[in-house]
């Protein structure tokens, strides 16, 4: 009888549905045509992640985003008695809480590889004691996983001129970012933009800022409303369209800026098609104050939609200044109210959202960001036992 290798056994762990949702689907769909993949996280939005249709094996968890010692610490212990019972080959953990207690339990039970995906970094904006903390606490993870990934260069070379992480065990797969653009997905289409466009009240004549993804503070959404704020006060052909689950009682700050300025400004909760509603918008908003890459700035890309985004590391990958794009100081309005400005010029939106659309279809198509994560798992548990 012929020899069939067994399939490797790999956990991937993170915190939220909302994760995989947004970032993980295609990673996952991929793994399991080669190994028995089981996902390990809170099932806080059971109804979702039914509604993906895996095709992995799930195990729950009571893994939460923020710090919760006494929670976390039950949550290790549980991790670490499933990596013990289920003998993983490996564990592969995305999100910084996920990261912290998969790399921990894993390391603890002697799990053969443990990979980690950095994708932006807690105490990036903090000071003090809790900056030292935070900062350690990565350093934990470096030290507990045997490779690490991270998602753009630029944050690479933050982390490993920080001592955060070693150069020698840390690479970025591709040309960066976490799964790309799915090419075939993320299409122009005028008709459905037209459509859209008729159904939130916006003409063509208006020039439309989208925000899309988590509404919290360290996102830069104070920032954005103080910057719309202002121009829309200047220039009555704005408006602002921002979607997202609120995690940072945002919502009634937008709600103040729909009183002023009625019809200008719409602010809708979570949605699973970003395909489509981006179509809406002629300029991509990242006003954050941190972030690993900027995902959604490539998916607006694809589209031929520029961005404006703050300066900072991750988002300096995604887009590449009065090329791409615009940046700006991160956290001034003022400044990024002059960039909003400056977007009005439709000859400027054009030029900069056709070099990003061609940017994304040389650099971030999905497919070659796949198959360099497929390869480097098979890498890595080529020699395992």
């Known amino acids: 009888m012929a020899y069939t290798p067994r399939r490797r056994k790999i956990a991937v762990v993170t915190t939220t549905v909302l994760q995989v949702n947004f970032f993980l689907v295609p990673h996952l769909n991929a793994l399991q045509q080669e190994f028995d993949v089981t996902l390990v996280l809170n099932n806080d939005h059971p109804d979702l992640l039914a509604s993906l249709k895996l095709p992995v094996r799930f195990a729950f968890v009571d893994i939460e985003r923020k710090v919760s010692p006494w929670k976390d610490l039950l949550t290790l212990f549980q991790l670490a008695r499933l990596f013990r019972r289920e003998r993983f080959d490996m564990v592969h953990s ?19 590889v443990r990979a980690h995906i950095f994708q932006g970094e807690v ?10 903390i935070l900062r350690n606490l990565d350093r934990l993870v470096s030290f507990c996983a045997t490779h690490l990934t991270v998602v753009s260069h630029s944050e690479r070379d933050v982390l490993v001129n920080q001592k955060i992480i070693s150069a020698r065990k840390s690479r970025v797969l591709a040309n960066g970012s976490i799964g790309g653009v799915d090419l075939h997905k993320f299409q122009p289409n005028p008709e459905h933009r037209a459509s859209l466009r008729k159904q939130y009240g916006y003409t063509e004549q208006q020039v439309v800022y989208m925000y899309l993804g988590r509404l919290t503070r360290e996102k830069g959404l104070v920032e954005l409303a103080s910057a719309f704020e202002g121009l829309a006060s200047m220039h009555p052909s704005v408006c602002l369209h921002v ?3 609120d995690e940072d009682n945002i919502v009634d700050l937008y709600h103040n800026l729909q009183k002023n300025f009625p019809g200008r400004v719409q602010v809708l909760p979570f949605s699973r098609s970003p395909q489509l509603d981006l179509q809406v918008a002629d300029v991509l908003m990242l006003p954050s ?9 490539i998916e607006a890309a694809a589209l031929g939609v520029p961005s404006i985004g703050s300066r900072i590391y991750g988002i300096s990958d995604a887009i590449l200044d009065q ?27 054009d030029h900069l959202g ?11 198509d999905q497919q070659q960001v796949l198959a360099a994560f497929i390869a480097y798992h098979r890498e890595l548990l080529r020699e395992v036992a």
Request: glycine residues 10%; without cysteine.
């Open 94 to 112: 995305v999100n910084p809480k996920a990261g912290l207690l998969g790399m921990l339990a894993a390391w603890l039970v002697k799990t053969p």
């Open 123 to 132: 105490w990036a904006n903090k000071t003090g004691v809790w900056r030292f």
């Open 243 to 245: 979607v997202g689950p």
């Open 289 to 297: 104050h941190r972030e690993g890459f900027g995902v959604v700035v």
């Open 323 to 349: 090329q791409t794009g615009l940046m700006f100081t991160p956290k001034d309005p003022v400044a990024l109210a002059h960039a909003m400005e400056q977007m009005l010029d439709p000859g400027l939106r």
């Open 354 to 364: 056709r070099a990003a659309q061609l940017r994304v279809q040389q650099a971030f």
